[in-house]
Nanobody, 126 residues
Framework: QLQLVESGGGLVQPGGSLRLSCTAS????????MGWFRQAPGKEREGVSC????????YYTDSVKGRFTVSRDNAKNTVYLQVNRLKPEDTGDYYC???????????????????WGQGTQVTVSS
């Protein structure tokens, strides 16, 4: 299993931006589809964005389309989530996840996830 460590969260005003990073412990990272999930206070964890092993296939949940961009650098064992035009409803704990599955299944079926990061908190507030 991969060990995943997220960073980049913080407090930001509405309309602001952050770049979340998730670095894996092993070079086998390149064989895993990767995803970002978030859990808002009092809500279930949801798949926000996922990316295939090569980066050529991506998925975004409707509420973040056009604002969030997922990318990966397999040479650095790192996946990124650029979050722009943040809204208060984007507030939550953001988790990185890895799975040996397709992009769509990774984001839709949390039972396909092999490894989770510890999470990084994003707070959008004025």
């Amino acid at each position: 299993q991969l060990q995943l460590v997220e960073s980049g969260g913080g407090l930001v005003q509405p309309g602001g931006s952050l770049r979340l990073s998730c670095t894996a412990s092993k070079s086998t990272f390149q064989y895993y589809a990767m995803g970002w999930f978030r859990q808002a206070p009092g809500k279930e964890r949801e798949g926000v964005s996922c990316i295939s092993t090569s980066g050529g296939d991506t998925y975004y949940t409707d509420s973040v389309k056009g604002r969030f961009t997922v990318s990966r650098d397999n040479a650095k064992n790192t996946v990124y989530l650029q979050v722009n035009r943040l809204k208060p409803e984007d507030t939550g704990d953001y988790y990185c996840a890895a799975g040996l599955t397709t992009v769509q299944r990774l984001c839709a079926l949390q039972e396909t996830i092999a490894s989770w990061g510890q999470g990084t908190q994003v707070t959008v507030s004025s």
